[in-house]
């Protein structure tokens, strides 16, 4: 097949537009869209100056997802003095599987020059993922712990770094999974927050539960794009998944929404599209009235309960029943 905007070989068919790409026009439509989706969030701050730049911490795990989104970024930015990237890894402490990924995150920031942070469960919170996994206090998955660590730490890092702006390498069907589980439990305060936390233009979201504001450029590309762009950059990606991965009610929605993809292209673009204009009217609904949130006793970090959840699962590990 050949690609429809010159005579290469295509290397890709996209259901959902009917388009058939070479390699060369496939990647440069992803990054097209990566810049698009920078530009209509307005992320480059009006008053960024070569003097006094914007700081973006990317949140760097060394999977494709963000390994892709900080080869775009660099090659957007590179030349642009108005903007400063710091790359952030974390490790959680699960043997092989990090260390191998974390590998990947210095071949990366050090072939771009980015300057490039790790921190760790271990000196954080002394814990470790894979004694988690083990011994649950709480009864949750794994993965349950790990993500109130590792928002946890993004947001403390990023205010740490003095961070204008905090970017993750959320793809297209991460984000359409959320909008659908957000819809399938009916929580619309969450469709609020998801709204607040991380999509949209910068100028229309209203009161966040932390300080430093998300973005999420990666957003219109689907999860089968990146890991082809990876591919054919040959960037430095990890690619085997967490050992302690079991989102169980995620893993259905993945099944539902590739199947749902396959007969009906364009679904995850639609379910967002919606999902966001549904966010933001939700997002200022809640805006005026959600309680307001107070400090942590522990932490310091903002949380409308007394102790934040993060406290509160370290407690609970430190002192299991
Ligand atoms: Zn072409
Ligand atoms: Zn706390």
């Not at 290397?11 to 989706?37: I, N, P, Q, W």
């Not at 710091?86 to 210095?106: P, T």
């Not at 349950?144 to 961070?163: I, M």
């Not at 233009?201 to 957003?219: I, M, S, Y």
Request: charged share 30%; hydrophobic share 35%.
């Amino acid at each position: 097949m050949q690609c429809d905007k010159c005579s290469a070989e295509a290397v890709m068919h996209a259901a959902y537009s009917g388009l058939h790409l070479c390699a060369d026009h496939f990647t440069r439509s992803v990054e097209k869209r990566v810049r698009r989706r920078i530009r209509e969030d307005g992320l480059v701050p009006d008053d960024a100056t070569p003097e006094d730049p914007a700081t973006w911490v990317i949140g760097l795990s060394g999977g494709k997802d963000s390994v892709v989104l900080t080869q775009i970024l660099h090659d957007t930015f590179a030349m642009d003095p108005r903007i400063e990237l710091v790359a952030l890894s974390i490790h959680e402490g699960i043997e092989g599987y990090r260390d191998k990924s974390l590998d990947a995150c210095e071949a990366l920031t050090a072939s771009l020059d980015i300057r490039h942070e790790t921190v760790s469960y271990a000196e954080e919170f002394g814990v470790r993922m894979d004694d988690v996994a083990e011994d649950d206090p709480e009864n949750m998955a794994p993965c349950a712990y790990c993500g109130v660590f590792r928002r946890d730490l993004l947001s403390r890092y990023a205010e740490a770094f003095d961070a204008d702006l905090m970017l993750t390498g959320h793809n297209l069907d991460d984000e359409a999974e959320t909008a659908l589980m957000n819809f399938l439990e009916g929580d619309v305060e969450q469709i609020a927050k998801h709204f607040d936390a991380s999509l949209g233009p910068l100028d229309e979201r209203t009161e966040q539960d932390h300080h430093v504001p998300r973005a999420k450029p990666l957003r219109d590309v689907p999860e089968k794009e990146v890991a082809l762009y990876a591919q054919l950059e040959d960037l430095p990606a990890h690619i085997t998944e967490c050992p302690h991965a079991e989102e169980a009610f995620r893993g259905e929605i993945q099944r539902l929404m590739l199947d749902l993809e396959e007969d009906h292209p364009g679904t995850r673009h639609s379910i967002m599209s919606g999902y966001e204009e549904l966010a933001a009217l939700a997002a200022d609904a809640y805006g005026g009235g959600r309680q307001s949130y107070g400090e942590c006793e522990r932490c310091g970090a903002p949380t409308a309960r007394d102790i934040c959840r993060k406290c509160a699962l370290v407690e609970a590990l430190e002192e299991p029943e």
